[in-house]
């Protein structure tokens, strides 16, 4: 059972980046998805989820508007487009992978993460 996040990398401020999530060892179509961030020398912080559905989709404050989370059961992937990034959303972005159906914004809700991906937004 496992989790693989990519597609982070250095960006300039006002940039996009695409995130991916795949699943390996299981397939996520029962299982609700959240990206959480952690940024040097500050407390992992949830970004956003998605309902093992697709229906129901939470975002973070800082998120909303320019952030959109979405899956692809078929594919047992998940993704995060990043849009207009800031230098504050520098950070390694991990996946995590929870059986409550809707989604959670606490950590402690998910039973499998992957390794993270760095994404540093700089020019």
């Known amino acids: 059972v496992q989790l693989q996040a990519s597609g982070g990398g250095l960006v300039q401020p006002g940039g996009s980046l695409r995130l991916s999530c795949a699943a390996s060892?299981?397939?996520?179509?029962?299982?609700?998805v959240g990206w959480f961030r952690q940024a040097p020398g500050k407390e992992r912080e949830f970004v956003a989820v998605?309902?093992?559905?697709?229906?129901?989709?939470y975002y973070a404050d800082f998120g909303e508007g320019r952030f959109t989370i979405s899956r692809d059961n078929a594919k047992n992937e998940v993704y995060l487009q990043m849009n207009s990034l800031k230098p504050e959303d520098t950070a390694v972005y991990y996946c995590?992978?929870?059986?409550?159906?809707?989604?959670?914004?606490?950590?402690?809700?998910?039973?499998?993460w992957g390794q993270g991906t760095l994404v540093t937004v700089s020019s």
């Open positions: 995590a992978a929870s059986r409550n159906s809707y989604g959670s914004r606490l950590a402690e809700e998910y039973a499998y």
């Open positions: 060892g299981f397939t996520l179509d029962r299982y609700a």
């Open positions: 998605i309902g093992w559905r697709g229906f129901s989709i």
